[in-house]
Structures are given as C-alpha cells and as structure tokens.
C-alpha cells in the first residue's frame, strides 16, 4: 500500500507519522496522481504548527509532480501516462500517491524536469502573479526582495532583474550573500546584522524601493514600510517569522501614500487558463535562463529531518522529497 504521511494533532515536527493507505476511488473531475517527487513549502510548516487551521487528521503538502496513473475527467487535456505537476491545492502532497481534482494539473512540456516543477512550480507561478498580477515591476525599478536565497526569492529577484529593475535582496545570514547574488539580486543585505531601511535608502539615493516582497511577515514588515518610496507597494505574502502586527490605516499615508496588500494563491490561480498562464510563464522563463536551485532533497523517511532544516533556516532554495 502507498505510503502518506500524516498529522493528527499540530506541533513540532516529530507529529508527523508514517501511514500506509490503501487507494481510494478516483472520482468524476479527479485523477490519480504516482509522484516521483513534491515539493517541501515553509506554508507546509505553518499548517502543521496549526497556524493555518487544517482539519484533522490532515496529510500536508500543497505542490507535486508525477505521472497520471488514473483519471476521470471528460476533457482531452489530460491522459493516463501524462506527466503532470500541480500547486496551490488542499495538503496531502507528502505521499507515493494521491488523488487530485483533475483540473489544477498541469502537463508538463517535455523540456521540463519533473523535479524542477515539483520543487517550483509553487514558487514559480507565486514569482509570476507578484510580478505580472499583484504589481507590474518595470524597467528601471527598485526592489526589494526579503528571504532571497529561499524558494520563491531566488526566482523572484531572477524574474525582476531581467525586466530591468535594481534588485535589493535580504538574507538571514551571510552564507547566503552568495547564493542571493548569483541568483539576481544587486544588493544584499544581511538582516540579521545590518539596518536594512538605512542600507535601502542608502542603495536608492534616499528613494525608497518601488515594491516591497514580504515573505517573512511580522520580523520585517516594519522594515519594509520604512523602505518603500512614496506610493509604493508592500506586498505580504507569507509569515514565515509569524503574522505581521495589526496596522493603523493612516500609517499607510504616514509612510508616503503607500499601498498595501496581501495575496493569495488560490485568487490569483482560481481559474484554469490563470493557473495555466502563470505556470507558462514559468516555464518560459525557464527555457530563457531563469535557474531554479533545488539546494537540498529528502526521502519520505527524513520528512522531519526536512522540516528542522527548513524551520532552522539552513535551506537555500527550493526543498524537495524525492520517491
């Protein structure tokens, strides 16, 4: 029997257990899904910590890529023996197999390595709708980039340096200055050492950064209000460091007319032909250059092992559990 890993009460990562499950029925609309490999998420950390509320017991894991071994859905798109990868649904990705609603697959083009788009499809379609959806970074921007040797950062400050912005990238420690540099960024700050407002106002003549990417939430949300330039955007898309405190209207117009938003992945991808766009997007990028570093993969036996890496912020790049 295929082998899941599941939690039956949130915690560290020792609640994560081991199961074996027979196969379930694959219903109208959905397809069975054989992984060769998924893809390991901070999110998935939050909702095992409970921070997302998941209703238990629960699997986790929300991105995968494998091959189509049963589907019952009534549209050409998809075939049994098609290799597929999909992000952004309910948990339940750390397993051999599973079923998934048919729809949020994507086919893979035969240029694409399957562990490429297990390990980042998540990453890469959330790096396309914050560029492309959420704000239209431009030819000579400034941006800033927080936890940019992770997952998503080292494709975010790829894709913004190659439409022509100034990417400012921060790291937590400096072993990952390097990574950050080969992997877009223009400047990087250490965070953990350096006063990231006075270095970016020093970096931008006293301007401020267009958009700010916040991926870390309550430890640099009031680092990147002081960053911006007047009506610039902070963009909060993850609380890796925990939620960010509540805000007061007038300090968006204290800090220059500056805008202020919090997307989603399931709004940006809640339609086929989004998801399919973004996700094409990504591989064009790709097929141009974009390099997607997977810094460390796992078995389903060093799951826990995975998640102290990742919570210790030892990673660089995508995080991958390879079957």
């Given amino acids: 029997m295929p082998k899941v890993i599941k939690i039956e009460n949130f915690g560290d990562a020792e609640v994560m257990q081991i199961h074996e499950e027979q196969n379930a029925q694959v219903k109208a609309g959905e397809a ?19 921070h997302y509320p998941l209703s238990l017991p629960s699997g986790l894991g929300v991105a995968g890529c494998g091959v189509i071994r049963e589907i019952n859905w009534d549209s ?32 893979l083009p035969p240029d694409i390595e399957p562990t490429i788009a297990a390990a980042a499809l998540q990453h890469g379609i959330t790096a396309a709708f914050l560029i492309e959806g959420v704000f239209q970074v431009a030819s000579g921007d400034f941006v800033l980039v927080h936890a940019a ?58 301007r401020g950064v267009d958009v700010a990417y916040d991926s870390v939430g309550a430890d640099t949300f009031e680092v990147s ?17 925990g939620e960010p ?18 997307p989603r992945f399931v709004h ?12 094409t997007a990504f591989f064009n990028k790709i097929r141009r250059g974009l390099k997607v570093p997977i810094g460390q993969s796992y078995n389903i036996d060093e799951v826990v092992r995975a998640h102290k890496d990742m919570e210790g912020r030892q990673t660089k790049g995508s995080s991958l559990m390879v079957f």
């Fill in 32 to 50: 069975r899904i054989e992984h060769i490999a998924v893809g390991l998420n901070y999110l998935d950390i939050m909702q095992r910590q409970g």
């Fill in 76 to 107: 050409p798109e998809l075939a049994v023996g098609d290799v597929v990868a999909y992000a952004g649904i309910p948990p339940g990705s750390y397993a051999e197999q599973r079923i998934v609603s048919a729809d949020r697959l994507v086919k």
């Fill in 149 to 206: 040797a992770g997952g998503v950062g080292s494709i975010l400050c790829q894709w913004a340096k190659s439409i022509g912005a100034t990417v400012i990238g921060t790291v937590g420690n400096p072993g990952k200055v390097a990574h950050a540099f080969e992997h877009g960024c223009d400047h990087v700050i250490v965070s953990t050492a350096e006063n990231v407002a006075e270095r970016v106002r020093a970096i931008t003549a006293g």
């Fill in 225 to 241: 209000l002081k960053s911006l330039a007047f009506r610039g955007m902070l963009v909060s898309f993850g609380s890796a460091s």
């Fill in 245 to 262: 405190p509540p805000l007061h209207i007038g300090k968006l117009a204290e800090s220059g007319s500056v805008y202020l938003t919090r």
């Fill in 268 to 279: 940006y991808t809640q339609s086929r032909p989004d998801l399919l766009r973004y996700a």
